[in-house]
């Protein structure tokens, strides 16, 4: 006798990001205060070494060091460590923590060299540690940092993971550095009216989104959640040193609002991915176990497509013949996102 199919549960209403308990809006309301307060430490480093050289919001900061812009970057992995720990699995999320980095690093022109970890453990687990540093050194592979220090925490009054019993909760994040010459930052200014976008796949889901697609989704399908975050340091590294990049964007938390951080323009996108190529069928999933409207799926996931690169029309039809990628839209004046897919017009008006 065949076995039924599962069928996603019926909703009375579409699932949402808030609704999961990350409020973005919220977050960012909340934050000024405290970004305005941080902002103004800026001017302890006027008249000394290491001056600040760009405003908070951007994907990294940077200090002034001679000629050289040195990067800063510091971020997590989020609730993707629950899906190790559900799975018993811990030797991927090292790959996604130095993807958090290192990806952001490079939107600002930088080249990624050394990284610091933080892992916080309820417990000493020798398989969660080992777990986690084989995942932290291939992705220092992928990405040619060094490691070079860290800090491991005991805490488990603090941490206590999917089952306190079970004593395998942990928390990992880190900071990591690049440095650019001053010439060769890239902070958007550069873009105009008309450049093209040229779009990098993802590999699923990445390091986003995960507190929504857990609520919604069986657990049989958290083996593709747990798949790691692609690294684009190599080949975006080279991408800046063989053309004029205008801007670059690693479409992360907030989905597409991400490229509103970039200019005062706005992103008119019509190639975006269909939700039936291999890297995409979770996002279908998703939507379909949460019944999640469009606006909110792109509003949250990369929805296919992890790294963005703005760039002159010349320029963007090399990159197209030379790397794996795909053109996916074109900047437009007015400052919004306006996704076409699936004959439904979707506008993103805040950014992230």
């Known amino acids: 006798?065949?076995?039924?199919?599962?069928?996603?549960?019926?909703?009375?209403?579409?699932?949402?990001?808030?609704?999961?308990?990350?409020?973005?809006?919220?977050?960012?309301?909340?934050?000024?205060?405290?970004?305005?307060?941080?902002?103004?430490?800026?001017?302890?480093?006027?008249?000394?070494?290491?001056?600040?050289?760009?405003?908070?919001?951007?994907y990294a900061n940077l200090i002034e060091l001679g000629d050289y812009g040195i990067a800063f970057k510091t971020d997590g992995v989020g609730t993707k460590v629950l899906i190790a720990q559900e799975l018993d699995k811990y030797d991927t999320v090292g790959i996604d923590m130095l993807a958090m980095n290192v990806n952001d690093l490079i939107c600002?022109?930088?080249?990624?060299?050394?990284?610091?970890?933080?892992?916080?453990?309820?417990?000493?687990?020798?398989?969660?540690?080992?777990?986690?540093?084989?995942?932290?050194?291939?992705?220092?592979?992928?990405?040619?940092?060094a490691i070079i220090g860290g800090e491991t925490a005991i805490v488990p009054d603090l941490i206590k993971g999917i089952n306190a019993q079970k004593k395998i909760g942990f928390d990992l994040s880190g900071t990591a550095l690049g440095i650019v010459r001053k010439d060769k930052i890239i902070d958007g200014s550069k873009i105009k009216v008309n450049d093209v976008i040229i779009g990098f796949d993802s590999s699923g889901i990445h390091s986003n989104g995960v507190t929504l697609a857990r609520k919604v989704l069986p657990k049989k399908f958290y083996g593709e959640i747990l798949k790691p975050t692609k690294i684009y340091v190599k080949e975006i590294l080279e991408i800046i040193n063989r053309y004029e990049i205008h801007g670059l964007a690693h479409i992360t938390g907030g989905?597409?609002?991400?490229?509103?951080?970039?200019?005062?323009?706005?992103?008119?996108?019509?190639?975006?991915?269909?939700?039936?190529?291999?890297?995409?069928?979770?996002?279908?999933?998703?939507q379909k176990y949460g019944?999640?409207?469009?606006?909110?799926?792109?509003?949250?996931?990369?929805?296919?497509?992890?790294?963005?690169?703005?760039?002159?029309?010349?320029?963007?039809?090399?990159?197209?013949?030379?790397?794996?990628?795909?053109?996916?839209?074109?900047?437009?004046?007015?400052?919004?996102?306006l996704i076409k897919t699936n004959n439904k017009k979707i506008e993103i008006l805040k950014e992230k």
């Open 108 to 145: 600002v022109g930088a080249e990624p060299i050394a990284l610091v970890d933080y892992i916080a453990l309820q417990s000493v687990n020798e398989k969660i540690l080992n777990g986690i540093a084989k995942g932290i050194y291939e992705g220092a592979k992928q990405a040619n940092v």
């Open 291 to 337: 019944n999640i409207n469009d606006e909110e799926m792109y509003n949250t996931f990369n929805m296919g497509i992890g790294f963005c690169v703005v760039v002159n029309k010349k320029d963007a039809s090399e990159i197209l013949k030379n790397y794996d990628c795909r053109k996916i839209g074109e900047v437009i004046a007015e400052h919004k996102v």
């Open 1 to 58: 006798m065949m076995k039924p199919t599962m069928k996603p549960p019926k909703q009375s209403k579409p699932t949402t990001y808030k609704d999961a308990g990350v409020d973005i809006d919220k977050r960012q309301e909340v934050m000024k205060n405290f970004i305005n307060l941080m902002s103004e430490t800026f001017k302890f480093r006027e008249k000394r070494t290491g001056k600040v050289l760009m405003d908070v919001g951007n």
């Open 255 to 286: 989905g597409y609002r991400n490229l509103l951080r970039l200019t005062k323009y706005g992103f008119k996108l019509e190639n975006l991915p269909y939700l039936n190529e291999p890297h995409t069928k979770i996002f279908a999933k998703i």
